[in-house]
């Protein structure tokens, strides 16, 4: 095996051979990737020795942060005992199981049936497949279309991407697929106008409904959405829009997915995004937070209306992953969900670590660029702004955010940038002393950047 040293060896051979994922090659070749070694806590450390703020937990993902022995431990233990086998064709084995029950106690009521893959792109196409077969068992077989959001992230797989409401994942490749039509985000920032948050939320809930009722709601299967968008630059909807959305979907019978591969498992001070939001979902998407990224995995919350259908009147439901329900995956998220209880995460991030650091993000807005900055539970944004009071967007070729995101990840911080907006998501175990560190780092990206 070949051993690769020095950091400019690393980057190179990356290069060479490494095809990355949301990135621009061209750019990668002349600067060179950053080369992370190892994570602790809420701290990643590079190829060079820095230190830096995971702001971003990975990809939204690392929520019980870095390092946690007690996950690497129990995942060794289960690859010892049983490293692999498959949940197919009337097998199962014991740390899948227990998984499945604990799920079945943490998540909604209405959840008791799970169904494994290995993300949440594969956890979307899941339930774009079984919505549809759904309806054909209910005899309802021209309930067939999607209702999902522009700025939506619900995966790259090809439903998935097709759900998601990205223009520029569309381009390439030829999505979405026919049977989607995405409605407006709930962005008051950036659409409300004159409106009050709750008068805007009304406004998008009925704009939504509307558009289903010019399609027709008995061709409509399903509307998917986050909780809080996560990737299209974490929009928290006015507290009107979701009762409005799930009461309409309701009334016009029509499945709602919350997809809560970001909001579950604590990200917002609830186990799941849609407990904050009173939605009553029939399906959820669940992946990252369920093993903190520290084992790939992804899940499908089917509810008992689904489940009794598909149970009752379905045959074998033709479709799995070889992953599906992998032993080693249940073995991090039986340790990371017990983390995430007995450590009492989730009560922090509602009643103490989430709160005192919403306090500083949110008086980010008085900064003169800042045209809003908000944050439920660990989730946070804040809008670059050229002119606060007309709300105006810096021109795209300025490249604000990409820029900011650069000075912070120099400044030993990890933020992401979402166009001119500024996000962050970090650790549920951030401290007292690491939210300051992260918000003294934040400002002085702003200070950097104004
Ligand atoms: N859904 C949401 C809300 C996401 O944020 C993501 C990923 O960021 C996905 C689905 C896709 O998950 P994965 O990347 O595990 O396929």
């Not at 806590?41 to 690392?62: A, P, Q």
């Not at 005899?139 to 998601?164: M, N, Q």
């Not at 073995?331 to 007995?342: F, G, H």
Request: net charge negative; with cysteine; charged share 20%.
């Amino acid at each position: 095996m070949t051993i690769l040293n020095s950091t400019r060896e690393l980057q190179k051979t990356d290069a060479a051979h490494h095809l990355h994922p949301f990135t621009n090659t061209r750019e990668l070749n002349a600067r060179g990737t950053r080369v992370i070694t190892t994570g602790k806590g809420v701290y990643l450390y590079d190829s060079e020795g820095n230190k830096i703020l995971d702001g971003m937990s990975g990809l939204w993902c690392v929520n019980v942060g870095h390092g946690r022995k007690d996950i690497v431990d129990a995942v060794a233990r289960q690859m010892e005992e049983l490293a692999y086998y498959n949940t197919f064709f009337n097998t199962t084995h014991p740390p899948v199981v227990a998984l499945s029950k604990l799920l079945s106690d943490l998540t909604p009521k209405q959840f008791n049936y799970f169904h494994f893959t290995g993300s949440g792109s594969e956890s979307n196409d899941t339930i774009f497949r079984l919505a549809r077969y759904y309806w054909q068992l209910m005899d309802k077989p021209e309930k067939t279309i999607f209702i999902s959001r522009r700025g939506g992230y619900h995966g790259s797989t090809v439903a998935s991407a097709s759900l998601g409401g990205f223009g520029s994942m569309h381009a390439q490749g030829g999505l979405p697929i026919p049977g989607i039509f995405h409605a407006p985000p709930p962005s008051w920032w950036a659409n409300g106008g004159d409106l009050t948050p709750d008068e805007f939320g009304l406004k998008v809930a009925n704009q939504t409904l509307e558009l289903i009722d010019s399609i027709g709601a008995h061709k409509i299967a399903a509307m998917i959405g986050e909780p809080i968008m996560g990737a299209g630059g974490v929009i928290v909807p006015p507290k009107t829009y979701w009762p409005a959305v799930a009461k309409g979907l309701k009334e016009r019978d029509i499945l709602f997915i919350s997809d809560e591969v970001i909001c579950g498992f604590g990200r917002t001070g609830q186990w799941f995004g849609c407990e904050l939001m009173g939605t009553e979902p029939d399906f959820m998407t669940m992946a990252k937070g369920i093993t903190s990224g520290y084992v790939p995995m992804g899940c499908v919350g089917v509810s008992d209306r689904i489940a009794h259908v598909l149970l009752e009147k379905g045959d074998e439901f033709a479709h799995g992953y070889t992953y599906s329900g992998h032993p080693a995956a249940c073995a991090a998220a039986l340790v990371n969900l017990e983390i995430i209880r007995s450590e009492k995460l989730i009560e922090r991030v509602r009643d103490d670590i989430g709160p005192y650091l919403q306090a500083k993000w949110k008086a980010l807005a008085d900064h003169p660029m800042v045209g809003e900055a908000v944050m439920e539970g660990l989730i946070g944004a804040f809008q670059f702004t050229s002119d606060k009071k007309a709300r105006a967007s810096f021109a795209e070729e300025a490249k604000i955010g990409l820029t900011a995101r650069d000075f912070s990840f120099e400044n030993g911080l990890v933020m992401r940038a979402v166009g001119d907006r500024m996000v962050i998501a970090p650790p549920l175990t951030i401290t007292h002393a690491e939210v300051d560190e992260l918000m003294e780092k934040t400002i002085k990206v702003i200070d950097l950047t104004y």
